[in-house]
């Protein structure tokens, strides 16, 4: 590949309304000139999409003003339901000049998490994420396992595909909660035995609005979203089955808050494992040492 420079003479509009001397200005126009012989001018690259050009507005994030449902209707397992953390945001992309496809949606990761199963003075099962326990990593993909880097591939995102003449309107959002099971019984022994006696889950999420161009990987981040979900129940596993937990401490969750200025994104948040995967299920005893109840995938 090699350039042409071509210098052309302009009379300017000076030398129009005003007498001799006249005035001239000097243009430069560069060409490319490729190795198939084709000349491109510069003046024909396509303008990129910047942040200042994608309007966002409408942006939504809430946690639902409801307590978390405890369900006691299995003699195995006892349930609860969180209420919903929930995100939305009306966007308009500009026009896309190139061939070129960019996908804006929401990508999530968990931050930080605590999630300890109590039984009593015998020991207690915790679901953990042991690279970030160990701070190895500072987040983890809260991906649906198979959109990644995305949260979800449904209401989640929307495509465009280039070159567009005209914007693009449209809705992304998303909603997470929590609807676990928990043994009554400690989980590593035979007896069916409720022995139960308290969950305290205290989990933390960054969730970010991006724009992804997918043959390139810019990312343009438009806002970043954080949010926790902490969940408190005591259980009383003398008592029948449908009366024995009831939840203690807050009943309402704090409400998301949106950075004022945006946060980058981790790497491991990006990409495999999500946290569903990463996750493992440890026995601690109050005597003895830990154990393995369920690996990571």
Not at 32 to 44: E, L, V, Y
Not at 199 to 224: G, P
Not at 267 to 284: F, Y
Request: charged share 20%; hydrophobic share 40%; proline share 9%.
């Amino acid at each position: 590949m090699h350039g042409l420079v071509v210098l052309i003479l302009v009379e300017t509009q000076s030398a129009v309304l005003f007498p001799r001397p006249v005035t001239w200005l000097l243009l430069t126009i560069t060409f490319t000139c490729t190795d198939m012989g084709c000349i491109q001018s510069i003046a024909c690259n396509k303008s990129r999409i910047k942040r200042e050009n994608i309007v966002v507005y409408d942006l939504s994030a809430t946690i639902d003003h409801c307590p978390t449902v405890i369900e006691e209707n299995s003699p195995i397992v006892l349930r609860y339901k969180t209420p919903y953390f929930k995100a939305s945001a009306r966007i308009v992309m500009p026009p896309i000049p190139r061939n070129e496809t960019w996908v804006v949606g929401w990508i999530q990761a968990c931050t930080q998490m605590e999630f300890y199963n109590t039984y009593g003075d015998v020991g207690m099962s915790s679901w953990e994420l042991p690279q970030l326990r160990e701070g190895l990593v500072r987040a983890i993909s809260d991906s649906d396992g198979v959109s990644y880097p995305w949260y979800g591939n449904t209401t989640e995102t929307v495509t465009i595909v280039g070159p567009t003449s005209k914007p693009s309107r449209f809705i992304v959002s998303m909603n997470d909660n929590f609807y676990p099971s928990v043994t009554w019984a400690v989980p590593v022994s035979e007896s069916n035995t409720p022995l139960l006696t308290n969950i305290k889950r205290d989990q933390s999420f960054t969730t970010w609005l991006v724009a992804l161009n997918t043959t390139s990987r810019e990312k343009i981040l438009l806002h970043t979203i954080k949010w926790r979900m902490r969940v408190d129940i005591a259980v009383d596993p003398s008592l029948p089955l449908g009366s024995r937990a009831r939840l203690v401490g807050r009943v309402h969750q704090d409400q998301p808050r949106v950075l004022t200025r945006m946060e980058p994104i981790p790497p491991n948040a990006m990409g495999r494992p999500n946290a569903n995967d990463a996750q493992v299920l440890m026995w601690r005893p109050r005597r003895g040492p830990p154990l393995v109840v369920i690996p990571p995938k």
